[in-house]
């Protein structure tokens, strides 16, 4: 899970009892944003008065391309939501007395990082969770999956790392994979499958019948995801 996307993973293992996650890795993952104390004191005085701001597009990977990509991007939204900065605050909150948890995960985070505030929440995390690896980047922005190849090829080893070392003992695991700017798959979704399958949706594919197979399958799937 990648920034936002780890914040709701780490609320996940903290606050659910039901854990069926497998090997989890949080690449950048948001909890402090950059320049903490300045947005939360510029939220609360401007909070009552603005609903938006304009948004800044930070230069947040040393791939040329990609920064292009997201500048002409027309579904880059142009300002950013007050009400969304506030919800993180609230998040916080809600997270800050939270008991320890005993779960092993990675984290992956470049030290370049102007996005979030990494230094705070590698720290963080290291108290919520004190069986965490911790995988620091040299040179690594916060978009580290869409990185140069040089430092996006360590992102993607530590993650071939991961996947190898996992337990076989799983009846199923899913991963996604969104598209690449290059030109690749919209979506990629992996099924490991030891046991039968019984009749399910996966991203709005039916898989119908029962299926016995104890090899990965893959699915591209061509169109927006």
Do not use: M
């Amino acid at each position: 899970a990648h920034s936002t996307g780890a914040s709701i993973i780490i609320e996940h293992l903290l606050t659910s009892e039901y854990d069926a996650l497998g090997e989890v890795v949080l690449v950048a993952p948001l909890i402090h944003s950059a320049h903490w104390s300045l947005s939360t004191t510029a939220a609360a005085i401007l909070g009552p008065f603005i609903d938006t701001l304009p948004r800044v597009f930070r230069e947040n990977t040393s791939d040329r391309d990609y920064i292009e990509f997201v500048r002409i991007d027309p579904l880059q939204p142009s300002r950013a939501s007050v009400d969304w900065f506030e919800a993180l605050v609230a998040w916080n909150e809600r997270i800050e007395n939270h008991p320890s948890s005993p779960r092993p995960l990675t984290v992956i985070q470049g030290d370049d990082d102007s996005v979030v505030d990494w230094k705070y929440n590698i720290q963080r995390l290291g108290e919520l969770f004190p069986s965490a690896r911790i995988e620091i980047i040299s040179g690594g922005r916060h978009q580290l999956l869409n990185e140069a190849p040089a430092l996006q090829t360590q992102v993607l080893e530590l993650l071939d790392e991961e996947h190898a070392a996992r337990p076989p003992s799983r009846d199923a695991d899913l991963g996604f994979c969104e598209q690449g700017h290059d030109g690749s798959p919209d979506l990629i979704v992996e099924v490991d499958l030891t046991a039968t399958l019984e009749s399910r949706q996966v991203v709005g594919i039916e898989v119908g019948e029962p299926v016995d197979v104890a090899r990965p399958h893959r699915l591209d799937l061509v169109g927006p995801a």
